[in-house]
């Protein structure tokens, strides 16, 4: 049973361009939640969505940043015309069900913006 | 708001010996679900301890267990007869509502041979 998968691991991209984050939750979870680490921080919460639907994208920065969970294919962390800041590793989680059940972490993916 | 402190940035432990990570929070809430994570080098987040607010006895996970305060919303991790493996970087966690969690800061561990 495969654990949530996340790819790149790594990924460079010059300011400006964009960064695409995938991940694809562990089978039979359609809840997926995205986080932020910056150097020396803890995990940020930035979005939580179902299939097709933004429920609570409370964390996300205004402007740049966007999430997609399509019916079908893996969740989309998009960020647009990169800056340095937005170096970190972004992580995503999974979970059957929310409430009582705890979330399945993947890898992660290090973005670093050069 | 709610918050997660863990005030210990780094800590040391020779192996074989026992350690204890604080953390501390602040809610309003009153049914709520603590968590510690570890995160070694790979970066990856792997579950350590669970607990529910609502039960009193302290969770504990063979080598792990926490010191579970909920008047003084106190969350503490012991880890028995350190390991090498252990050497990580420690979060604790609130799960606010039903999916949000919030984190610490971290507490890096470093278990010495």
């Known amino acids: 049973n495969a654990g949530v998968m996340q790819n790149p691991r790594h990924l460079v991209r010059r300011r400006g361009q964009e960064a695409r984050l995938r991940c694809s939750p562990m089978?039979?979870?359609?809840?997926v939640y995205w986080y932020r680490q910056l150097p020396e921080e803890g995990l940020k919460f930035m979005v939580y969505l179902q299939k097709e639907n933004i429920i609570d994208e409370s964390g996300m920065p205004k402007e740049r940043f966007s999430a997609e969970f399509p019916k079908e294919g893996p969740s989309i962390l998009r960020i647009q015309q990169v800056v340095r800041g937005d170096s970190a590793a972004y992580f995503c989680?999974?979970?059957?069900?929310?409430?009582?059940?705890?979330?399945?972490f993947g890898p992660g993916t290090r973005l670093t913006v050069t | 708001a709610q918050t997660v402190t863990q005030s210990q940035p780094e800590m040391s432990v020779q192996e074989a010996e026992t350690v204890t990570l604080s953390c501390t929070y602040d809610t309003s809430e009153n049914n709520y679900y603590l968590f510690w994570y570890k995160q070694p080098p790979s970066r990856q987040m792997i579950l350590v301890i669970r607990?529910?607010?609502?039960?009193?006895q302290n969770a504990t996970e063979n080598r792990f267990s926490v010191n579970f305060q909920k008047a003084a919303k106190s969350f503490s991790l012991k880890i028995s007869d350190s390991q090498l493996g252990d050497t990580a970087m420690y979060f604790c966690a609130f799960m606010k509502g039903t999916y949000k969690y919030i984190f610490g800061t971290g507490t890096r561990l470093k278990v010495l041979a």
């Open positions: 989680a999974s979970s059957p069900l929310t409430g009582t059940y705890e979330q399945y």
């Open positions: 607990q529910e607010a609502y039960k009193q």
């Open positions: 089978k039979g979870h359609s809840h």
